[in-house]
């Protein structure tokens, strides 16, 4: 089945600790997307990879990093979380480019950071 | 101003009922643009893109206005089953994407 897999689903942590969210897609997908969800807003782009070792900012990049050393991979790391990074994140990925192709998203992290 | 600007609603419709949503954009380089549904938090699902020859399926019309940097959503005959969070997406070259904040739909019986 095609899919985008994130773990952990849900992830209660304190501040300073440091957390991956792993993301993995089995479609050989080129592009990949992480966002974050805040309540009344709509999804906002963090990092994304048009391809293996090419990532570059979103919208919200501050206090995250990201790496693709393989194609099927894009964890989001938090070296040192804080409260305002609780939120909803989505991993999310395409084929080609993704200005001509529709996004296909995991089931998203839930992250609370106390 | 936001780069992408929805109407949040929400809009609470009868079933049966015909509901039009906007969504401007700023860009005018944007490249593509969708409607994703998304339902209580879960994963946003792609609705159906958007071209500017205007694309239907069903009872859902999406139309692509470039000149007035707006897309718009045409649902026909509400379902119960259609309430649920709209969210547009304008996506630029190079990987950038840019979500509107969504607008809700709450079709009641």
């Known amino acids: 089945e095609a899919q985008v897999t994130q773990n952990p689903r849900y992830l209660i942590t304190v501040t300073g600790k440091k957390l991956t969210v792993t993301c993995s897609q089995n479609?050989?997908?080129?592009?990949m997307s992480w966002y974050r969800q805040d309540p009344g807003l709509g999804l906002r782009q963090i990092y994304y990879?048009?391809?293996?070792?090419?990532?570059d900012k979103g919208d919200v990049p501050e206090g995250y990093k990201v790496s693709r050393k393989e194609k099927r991979n894009f964890p989001l790391i938090l070296e040192s979380p804080s409260p305002n990074q609780t939120s909803l994140y989505f991993c999310a990925s395409s084929t080609g480019q993704p200005g001509n192709q529709p996004q296909h998203f995991g089931d998203g992290t839930r992250l609370s950071i106390l | 101003r936001k780069e992408v600007e929805q109407d949040p609603g929400p809009f609470n419709v009868p079933e049966g009922a015909t509901v039009a949503f906007n969504c401007t954009y700023s860009n005018s380089a944007s490249q593509s643009f969708f409607w994703y549904r998304q339902d209580c938090r879960k994963e946003p699902k792609l609705l159906m893109s958007?071209?500017?020859s205007g694309n239907e399926d069903g009872r859902f019309t999406a139309q692509l206005n470039r000149a007035s940097q707006y897309i718009s959503l045409l649902i026909r005959d509400s379902k119960l089953s259609d309430s649920a969070t709209y969210l547009c997406v304008v996506n630029r070259n190079a990987g950038k994407s840019t979500f509107g904040d969504g607008t809700t739909l709450t079709v009641k019986p």
């Open positions: 990879s048009m391809n293996v070792e090419v990532t």
């Open positions: 958007v071209y500017s």
């Open positions: 479609m050989n997908h080129e592009y």
